[in-house]
């Protein structure tokens, strides 16, 4: 890449919890063998495998039963860790998190809700408020923004912070927002990222009843892809400025050079039929890095995997790049849409892609679907890609790209 | 390949613009719009209706109270916006703070009642003979953006956006961030502002409660005089007399704080 600029936003560090393993090495090595991160789902659901992170994860006194906070709380610790920036005072330290719906247990089912159900079929709300009342659990666990409290307390933040909650899109958002503090001047070092776990009961009968999951295996950009894999994750960025990265010789792995956000303004669940809204991220992102469409060497795909999902995002990629047809893939399929997390791990993915010089395979892909104009990588390649675009679509119809650009160290 | 939409360049510091409310929107415990700048008590909005905001009636069904209110307040505070339409839709922006829904427990009873054929709750059963009970959209009617999916769809707002979750700071969020992106020329114009209805859960949550949407339409001020943000409202204040407010609770109090201030001025 050229020269860095001094106030270029650069990630010094990256965490990762998914079904690769705990860590980002876990996740490199995954990508790099194409390996499906998948295993086998013995519960009553008709679901027939999930993405589920193997690893134990530290458990939390303060979180009992939220494991999508422990892997929250993994990803942080790995990304600081790594970005050593110790000296950065706190009132300088912003936290970004992007999270999703909180995980509803069977015994939450059981005792919070079935003893309220009234013989007519109706729930009685008084009485639910009155028991959920007593000290219990599982009312504070449904706060969203008790894990990004908790960040800021461990890595004592007390700069700007925020809580993004745009289903799938969240993560993505918060890492935007962690550029746009940096950029303003608002902070000088960010903790950023998601986190999210559906892998529980209601969370997947959920997406059964919407008919997202796949019955089989998450094939994404085939012509026989019915759904997704549902996963679980976290992923985090630790984002300053080049100047202050350099200063204290920290490893610079990629730069964050831009986002951009839309919305299809169009349906509840169903994405813009022509891509309408992911071009428009796309191309926001993009200028808000100050670079063209030809200078993208690789897209990472929202790519659920979904017939809809990956028309629309196909045909907004082809639209974008015209004849120069863009290398695209999705991490769904090895290691499953981890949902609100999906753009904070994609987004490890696609640093990882920058620094070793790869891009990540299309799991699950067997043949491209004849009705998408774009150029599937099906397996890992080795190609060192300059400038990565990462996706990331959700429900409700917010979109938001973030466009990294490959670091002066690797 | 499309031409490009039209876009303002990069963000940089130097390049920031003055910021004007075009309009503000008020559901509150007190009152709709003028009437609720002052006064009130804990409780539901009187006379809210939300058929009278929200004319698709298969939206409708998918809203639960908050997204009703969050909706209104939006169709409200754009009405009073002579001329909005005629912002590119991709400059149109939406910055809503809201809490998640978990969705409707009320959806779930069919398949509560399948799991407990003899009284006592059977997971297995649950998943089962449940699962055909559920509402499809028993997920997608618990997301807490969901004021910015039917928002957004009603007026075609495709520009920059956000929803925040972060309690009683989650409409002051989206009131700075939704200032920001016009004064950063990210948007022409933004809806920014909150939504959330507690209004029952006293017990759970220990306070009297409320449900409130108010919203505010920041606009470029070419030419003018930039607006003054200020800090954020006590909160404190507006709650102890409309009752907890959670996501809506900072956008009511700027709200009053900036038309009834605004309102003493005149």
């Given at each position: 890449m050229?020269?860095?600029?001094?106030?270029?936003?650069?990630?010094?560090?990256?965490g990762a919890?998914?079904?690769?393993g705990?860590?980002?090495?876990?996740l490199?090595?995954?990508?790099?063998?194409?390996?499906f991160?998948g295993t086998?789902w013995n519960g009553?659901l008709?679901?027939?495998?999930?993405?589920s992170?193997p690893?134990p994860?530290?458990p939390?006194?303060h979180?009992p039963d939220?494991?999508?906070?422990?892997?929250a709380f993994a990803?942080?610790a790995e990304?600081?860790q790594?970005?050593g920036?110790r000296d950065?005072?706190?009132?300088?330290?912003?936290?970004?998190?992007?999270?999703g719906?909180?995980s509803v247990?069977p015994e939450?089912?059981?005792?919070?809700l079935y003893p309220h159900?009234g013989?007519?079929?109706?729930f009685?709300r008084a009485?639910?408020g009155?028991?959920?009342s007593r000290d219990r659990g599982a009312?504070r666990?449904?706060?969203p923004?008790?894990?990004?409290?908790a960040l800021?307390?461990r890595f004592?933040?007390?700069g700007p912070?925020?809580t993004?909650f745009?289903a799938?899109a969240a993560?993505?958002?918060?890492?935007?927002?962690?550029?746009?503090?940096?950029r303003?001047?608002?902070?000088d070092?960010?903790?950023?990222g998601g986190?999210?776990?559906m892998i529980h009961?209601?969370g997947m009968l959920?997406f059964?009843?919407?008919?997202?999951?796949?019955?089989?295996?998450c094939r994404?950009?085939?012509?026989?892809?019915?759904g997704?894999?549902?996963g679980?994750?976290?992923?985090?960025?630790?984002?300053?400025r080049?100047s202050?990265?350099?200063?204290?010789?920290?490893?610079?792995?990629?730069?964050?050079a831009?986002?951009?956000?839309?919305?299809?303004?169009w349906?509840?669940t169903?994405p813009?039929?022509?891509?309408?809204g992911?071009e428009?991220?796309?191309r926001r992102?993009l200028?808000s890095a100050?670079l063209p469409?030809?200078?993208?060497?690789?897209?990472n795909?929202?790519?659920?995997?979904?017939?809809?999902?990956?028309?629309?995002?196909?045909?907004a990629?082809?639209?974008?790049?015209g004849?120069?047809?863009?290398a695209?893939s999705t991490?769904k399929?090895?290691v499953?849409?981890t949902?609100?997390?999906?753009g904070?791990?994609?987004?490890?993915?696609?640093?990882l892609?920058?620094?070793?010089?790869?891009l990540?395979g299309?799991?699950g892909?067997?043949?491209?679907?004849?009705?998408?104009?774009?150029?599937?990588?099906?397996?890992?390649?080795?190609q060192?890609?300059?400038?990565?675009?990462?996706?990331s679509?959700?429900?409700g119809g917010?979109n938001?790209?973030?466009?990294?650009?490959?670091?002066?160290d690797? | 390949m499309t031409?490009?939409t039209p876009m303002?360049?990069p963000?940089?510091p130097?390049?920031?613009?003055?910021?004007?409310?075009?309009?503000?929107?008020?559901?509150?415990?007190a009152g709709?719009?003028?009437?609720?700048?002052?006064g009130?008590?804990?409780?539901?909005?009187p006379?809210?209706k939300a058929?009278a905001?929200v004319k698709?009636?298969?939206?409708?069904k998918l809203?639960?109270?908050?997204v009703?209110?969050?909706?209104?307040?939006?169709r409200?505070?754009?009405d009073?916006?002579?001329g909005w339409?005629?912002?590119p839709p991709?400059?149109r922006?939406i910055?809503?703070?809201?809490?998640p829904?978990?969705?409707?427990?009320?959806d779930?009873?069919?398949a509560l009642?399948a799991?407990?054929?003899?009284g006592?709750?059977?997971?297995?059963?649950?998943?089962?003979?449940?699962i055909?009970?559920?509402h499809?959209l028993?997920l997608v009617r618990g997301?807490s953006?969901n004021?910015v999916g039917f928002?957004?769809?009603f007026?075609d707002?495709?520009?920059?956006?956000?929803?925040?979750?972060?309690g009683?700071?989650?409409?002051?969020?989206a009131?700075?961030?939704g200032?920001?992106?016009?004064?950063e020329?990210?948007a022409?114009?933004v809806?920014?502002?909150g939504?959330?209805a507690?209004?029952?859960?006293d017990?759970?949550?220990?306070v009297?409660?409320?449900?409130?949407?108010a919203?505010v339409v920041?606009?470029?001020?070419?030419?003018g005089?930039?607006?003054?943000m200020?800090?954020c409202?006590e909160?404190?204040?507006?709650?102890?007399?409309?009752g907890?407010?959670?996501?809506a609770?900072?956008?009511v109090?700027w709200?009053?704080?900036?038309a009834?201030?605004a309102a003493?001025d005149?």
């Open positions: 050229s020269k860095l600029a001094e106030d270029a936003v650069v990630v010094t560090g990256m919890a998914t079904a690769a705990l860590g980002v090495a876990a490199r090595d995954a990508l790099l063998a194409d390996r991160c086998a009553a008709p679901v027939p495998v999930v993405g992170c690893d994860l530290p939390d006194a979180f939220d494991r999508k906070a422990w892997l990803a942080a990304a600081w790594q970005a920036a950065v005072p706190s009132d300088r330290r912003a936290v970004f998190l992007g999270t719906l909180s247990t939450e089912l059981e005792t919070d159900l013989a007519d079929g109706r009685d009485a639910m009155r028991d959920l009312p666990r449904h706060m923004a008790r894990v990004t409290a800021r307390e004592e933040a007390e912070s925020g993004s745009s799938c993560a993505a958002q918060a890492i935007g927002e962690g550029l746009l503090a940096l303003r001047g608002e902070a070092i960010a903790l950023v986190h999210d776990s009961p209601l959920s059964v009843v919407l008919g997202a999951l796949s019955p089989s295996r994404p950009f085939d012509p026989s892809r019915d997704f894999m549902i679980e994750g976290a992923g985090m960025l630790v984002l300053e080049a202050s990265a350099k200063a204290r010789g920290a490893t610079i792995f990629a730069e964050l831009g986002v951009g956000s839309s919305v299809d303004a349906n509840a169903a813009h039929p022509e891509g309408a992911a428009l991220s796309m992102a200028r100050g469409p030809e200078s993208v060497d690789y897209v795909c929202h790519g659920t995997g979904t017939p809809l999902g990956d028309r629309a995002e196909s045909l990629v082809a639209r974008l790049f004849e120069r047809a863009v695209v991490i399929g090895a499953g849409h949902i609100a997390a999906a904070a791990v994609e987004a490890v993915a696609s640093v892609a920058l620094h070793h010089g790869f990540p299309c799991v892909h067997g043949d491209l679907d004849p009705g998408l104009p774009v150029d599937v990588v099906a397996t890992c390649r080795n060192a890609p300059q400038v990565v675009l990462s996706n679509f959700g429900f917010q938001c790209t973030l466009a990294f650009v490959r670091g002066p690797t | 031409p490009m303002t360049p963000y940089t130097a390049a920031r613009r003055p910021v004007k409310v075009a309009a503000w929107s008020l559901f509150c415990p709709i719009g003028e009437a609720g700048l002052q009130g008590q804990p409780g539901k909005v006379a809210f058929r905001w698709d009636r298969k939206s409708l809203m639960g109270r908050s009703q209110l969050g909706v209104a307040a939006v409200a505070v754009l009073g916006v002579p339409d005629e912002v991709s400059r922006g910055f809503v703070g809201a809490s829904q978990l969705g409707d427990p009320d779930l009873s069919y009642k799991a407990s054929p003899t006592t709750f059977d997971l297995q059963k649950f998943a089962e003979d449940g055909d009970l559920i499809p028993w997301l953006n004021v928002a957004s769809a007026h707002l495709q520009g920059v956006n956000a929803n925040y979750c972060d009683r700071l989650s409409g002051w969020n009131l700075t961030e200032y920001a992106a016009v004064a020329g990210r022409d114009i809806v920014a502002g939504a959330d507690f209004v029952g859960a017990e759970l949550l220990g009297p409660c409320g449900e409130a949407a919203f920041f606009q470029a001020a070419d030419g005089e930039d607006l003054e200020g800090d409202p909160l404190t204040d507006v709650e102890s007399t409309l907890y407010l959670g996501a609770a900072a956008p109090a709200v009053r704080r900036f009834g201030g003493q005149s």
